[in-house]
Structure formats: structure tokens, C-alpha cells
């Protein structure tokens, strides 16, 4: 990896060799999460928004100078990135904003933006050696990493441990991917303890973003692919939903990178947004204290993360970015999913929205401005819980195969005919 310096501990600073399978600082524990540190001044000197302008490979591989990856790594064949950027001005209107532009990163292979993750997760366990890859995960993690194995050429198996309450649809991907999944029959919190366990007695590739520093650099491609899309002109907000805190952590990591390179002028301000019933990240940011594990009260179960490791990359990263947090409600979530497919035909998953949600908040609060340019990024389509999306767009009319009933029902409905 010749652009790629060290592992660095964001506790304690030590820095260590950039192995394909270390983890945390062995110093420092849960605290020791390691952040990978590039040369810049070497990159700058080799790679030019020329250069990658002329690469027609349109997924996250194009910005491998920015990836830890090894000249020849084995890459999963799957197309992950390179998502549309929607500009909707209708949605604008909506949300009292001259212009937004939506990020449909729904539109991955599995169907999120943790395909990101997972793609580079596939390629560190190839690098390692490792024939079994595990993660515990509500659903996205989960059916990205079983894709994206399954895609690889060879014998590479996944292993996936989800709470019982993760969504039927997100296990049916698991299952058809050919993964070996279990059902914790207890809380994501119990799911990944025993996903540690099972990883350290069998000496499986550890996929779980909180520990593993490598999934940040591929979910930071969101970011750097939305720059280059918007031919790297910055808007002055980026949006996010927020879990366990990696992906926004790795949307600051890869606009860095950029601004360390060159490739911008400036930084957006990065906003995070949580579910009302779980948002431990919120609280800390609020009240600058140590992170308190909260309940996981919310239907939006990709955000439901009451304990998340990730909480101290997220937060430094809003701070830096001048940014802010906020929170929102299930039904402010329900309520933007049918706002978000109504004025765009993007269909969000709830957790893909609650990012939206709480843009509305802001700017109906005066914290973010009409004329402010932004960018929201729909971390998960909506097939993946279709159970909430019902909820949110109620049930079809019924109505018997004769016209003269259905001009009844229009009529009653007020419905244009």
C-alpha cells in the first residue's frame, strides 16, 4: 500500500503497521479505535482530478489512491458506488430550501450504502487469508457483507449474527446470499457480543465497523463520489442518518482527504441525525460528556444502535466540520419517507430518511438557512422494510371489478379522475 503510512489509535496516538486484520490499539481496548493515515504530499504528486477523470471505472475502486488496499487485491465483482445524485426542486419547496440534491446510495448492490464497507471488507480478508468473514449487524451490514462475499471468486463464506428483531426482508437477503446466519434471540447489543466471542474462538475476519478501522475508509467514497459528482463544488451541508457512528465518521474522513489533496476548497458542515428513542451519539455531542448506553426504542432499525463504538470518530468529525446533531421522531421518520417518493421516486428505507427528517427540523428552526446548498444522502431503500413503509403509506383502495364502484369510491375520495 504505497500511499498508506500507519494505523493511528485515536486514544493514545500510537501508530502501528497497516495489517489487513489489526483491529484496535492493543493498548487501549474499545477505546482504541485506529484511523489509517495516508501521504497526502505523495498522493498529490501522482494522482490529479485529471487522471481520475479518465477512469471509466464507475465504483468506489476508481479513488484507489485514497483506499488501503495492495496493487493486486482481489476485488468483489459487484459494481458498489457511483449511486445517482438527484438535484429535486420539488423536495426543496418542501423542505423550504432553494436547492437540494439527494444521494440514492440505496441504489448499491444490496441495497445501502454499506455495501461501502462491505466491498472493502471482502477485499481486507482476502489480503488476511481469511475464508470466513463475520459481522453482527440489524440488516444492511449484514446482507451487504453476505453479497459481497458471495460474489468473490473462491470458497470465501460469511457468518452473521442479527437481533431478533432485525426485518424479515434484510434475513431473506442473508438466506438467499448463501450466508450462515443466526438469530440472536436477544438485542443487537447481545448479538455482537456474541459475534466477538464466536470471531475470537475461531479466528474469523472481524467485519464489524466499530472495530474494524478499514470499514471507515470504504464507506468514505459516499462522500469523495459526491464531490466529484457535483465536479467539486462543495455544498454547505451534508446530511446523514446516524447508528453506530461510521458513516458520517467516514464522510469527514473522505471530504479530509480531499481537502489534504487539494481536490477541494472547503469542507461542508456535517449534520447527524438520530432517532429520538436511541440517540446516545446526540446526547454526548450535546452535553460533551462520555457516551451512556441508551434503549433501542425505534422502528428505524439500522440507526438502533444503543451502545455504538463509533460514537468518538462521529462526533470529532461534526466538530470539525462545524457541524451539528439533531433528533427525530418515528413518525417525523414515516412522515418523510412518503414526502422523500412523493416529490423524487426515491423510496428510503426509514433509517435512509431520518437524515432527511432532521434536515427539516433544521431549517424549520432557522439552523440551516433557505439559500444554504445541501446534500442528503439516503443511506437504504425502502424494500428492505417494507413492513414500516406500509405504516407510512397506509393501504391500497379496494374496490371490485366495476367502473361504476370505482367512480363511487373516486367521488368519496375526492380523488382526480
Do not use: H
Request: hydrophobic letters at 35%.
Amino acid at each position: 500500500m504505497k500511499y498508506v503510512k500507519s494505523l493511528k489509535c485515536i486514544n493514545c496516538g500510537k501508530e502501528y503497521e497497516a495489517e489487513p486484520d489489526r483491529y484496535l490499539c492493543p493498548d487501549c481496548g474499545e477505546k482504541g479505535l485506529l484511523d489509517v493515515k495516508y501521504d497526502y504530499e505523495k498522493i498529490k504528486k501522482n494522482w490529479s482530478k485529471k487522471e481520475l477523470n479518465s477512469n471509466q471505472k464507475l465504483n468506489i475502486w476508481r479513488y484507489r489512491p485514497l483506499l488501503p488496499i495492495e496493487d493486486d487485491s482481489q476485488k468483489p465483482p459487484l459494481r458498489v458506488g457511483w449511486t445517482p445524485l438527484y438535484e429535486s426542486k420539488d423536495l426543496a419547496e418542501e423542505l423550504g430550501l432553494d436547492s437540494i440534491y439527494i444521494k440514492d446510495d440505496g441504489l448499491n448492490p444490496t441495497g445501502s450504502l454499506k455495501d461501502r464497507a462491505s466491498a472493502m471488507a471482502a477485499v481486507k480478508a482476502d489480503e488476511a487469508g481469511a475464508k470466513t468473514v463475520a459481522c453482527s449487524s440489524t440488516g444492511n451490514a449484514a446482507s451487504s457483507l453476505a453479497g459481497n462475499i458471495a460474489s468473490m471468486p473462491g470458497d470465501m463464506r460469511a457468518v452473521i449474527f442479527v437481533p431478533k428483531r432485525a426485518p424479515e426482508g434484510k434475513v431473506t437477503q442473508l438466506l438467499i446470499y448463501g450466508a450462515e446466519v443466526i438469530s440472536v434471540q436477544g438485542s443487537y447489543e447481545e448479538a455482537f457480543y456474541l459475534s466477538e466471542k464466536a470471531i475470537d474462538k475461531w479466528g474469523w475476519y472481524n467485519r464489524n465497523a466499530a472495530i474494524n478501522p478499514y470499514m471507515v475508509e470504504g464507506k468514505k467514497t459516499a462522500a469523495i463520489e459526491m464531490a466529484e459528482q457535483l465536479n467539486w463544488d462543495m455544498p454547505d451541508w451534508v446530511v446523514f442518518s446516524v447508528g453506530d457512528g461510521c458513516t458520517i465518521a467516514g464522510a469527514w474522513k473522505g471530504l479530509y482527504d480531499l481537502k489534504q489533496i487539494g481536490f477541494i476548497d472547503k469542507v461542508p458542515k456535517l449534520l447527524g441525525v438520530q432517532a429520538e428513542g436511541c440517540a446516545p451519539i446526540t446526547e454526548a455531542f450535546r452535553s460533551g460528556k462520555d457516551l451512556e448506553v441508551t434503549g433501542e426504542n425505534t422502528l428505524a432499525d439500522s440507526i438502533a444502535v444503543g451502545k455504538p463504538r463509533n460514537y468518538k470518530k462521529a462526533i470529532d468529525g461534526i466538530k470539525a466540520s462545524k457541524g451539528d446533531m439533531i433528533n427525530v421522531s418515528d413518525d417525523e421518520i414515516l412522515e418523510m419517507m412518503k414526502v422523500l417518493g412523493r416529490t423524487t421516486g426515491v423510496f428510503g428505507e426509514p433509517a435512509g430518511v431520518a437524515g432527511l427528517a432532521g434536515l427539516k427540523k433544521m431549517v424549520k428552526k432557522g439552523e440551516i438557512s433557505p439559500e444554504e446548498k445541501v446534500v442528503n444522502v439516503i443511506t437504504g431503500n425502502g424494500l428492505k422494510d417494507v413492513k414500516n413503509a406500509i405504516k407510512a403509506a397506509g393501504n391500497p383502495l379496494k374496490v371490485e371489478a366495476n367502473l361504476d364502484k370505482l367512480t363511487n369510491i373516486f367521488d368519496e375520495n375526492n380523488l382526480i379522475k
